[in-house]
T-cell receptor, first 115, second 113 residues
Framework: EAEVAQSPRYKITEKSQAVAFWCDPI?????LYWYRQILGQGPELLVQ????????DSQLPKDRFSAERLKGVDSTLKIQPAELGDSAMYLC?????????????FGPGTRLTVT | GQQVMQIPQYQHVQEGEDFTTYCNSS?????IQWYKQRPGGHPVFLIQ?????EVKKQKRLTFQFGEAKKNSSLHITATQTTDVGTYFC?????????????FGKGTKLSVIP
């Protein structure tokens, strides 16, 4: 069964450092999402791509976060500089078309700890 | 902003007891989705409800969508230890360019064997 791949699975970094996460969605899925999940909370959308275009990044802290999906396939989420409050699980998900009835397939996530 | 409220936040049950989690939206939803996240895992899609008053069953799990399409529930009959995890409801809300799937805070289920 096809899965969403993410790496690394765990990342520990010091505050003010740069960190990057990678996601490879299920083949053929046009829509890719990056979520942040704080312990005890539900996932919160950071950015949504349709193919290579950003559809929604209204919740992305753009002073320090950036995301790209250059060829409309895999994607990278970057934080620079990292802050203590960025410690969380970063989840990538993909869906077939990005319409509201699409189910989303989540990757295993990257657990970020900022010290 | 758009919100999905979920209660209870935690539920501890004895194995074999029933479990229910409730989800309420501040606005009418076109559909609602349910996900399960096992401890240390990632959210996994369970089901989607679209029609007003819809009821769907998956073995011991029963999902309902309210008549007004603003609330939903998940009921598990005779819980098992394999049911342990956090159950999230999620509804689509209009975002900046498309729609956003907004998740509730989830109900964490613990099953005591």
């Amino acid at each position: 069964e096809a899965e969403v791949a993410q790496s690394p699975r765990y990342k520990i970094t010091e505050k003010s450092q740069a960190v990057a996460f990678w996601c490879d969605p299920i083949s053929g899925h046009a829509t890719l999402y990056w979520y942040r999940q704080i312990l005890g909370q539900g996932p919160e959308l950071l950015v949504q791509f349709q193919d290579e275009s950003v559809v929604d990044d209204s919740q992305l802290p753009k002073d320090r976060f950036s995301a790209e999906r250059l060829k409309g396939v895999d994607s990278t989420l970057k934080i620079q500089p990292a802050e203590l409050g960025d410690s969380a699980m970063y989840l990538c998900a993909s869906s077939l078309e990005g319409i509201s009835i699409d189910e989303q397939y989540f990757g295993p996530g990257t657990r970020l700890t900022v010290t | 902003g758009q919100q999905v409220m979920q209660i209870p936040q935690y539920q501890h049950v004895q194995e074999g007891e029933d479990f229910t989690t409730y989800c309420n939206s501040s606005t009418t939803l076109s559909n609602i989705q349910w996900y399960k996240q096992r401890p240390g895992g990632h959210p996994v899609f369970l089901i989607q409800l679209v029609k007003s008053g819809e009821v769907k069953k998956q073995k011991r799990l029963t999902f309902q969508f309210g008549e007004a399409k603003k609330n939903s529930s998940l009921h598990i009959t005779a819980t098992q230890t394999t049911d342990v995890g956090t159950y999230f409801c999620a509804g689509p809300y209009s975002g900046a360019g498309s729609y956003q799937l907004t998740f509730g805070k989830g109900t964490k289920l613990s099953v005591i064997p």
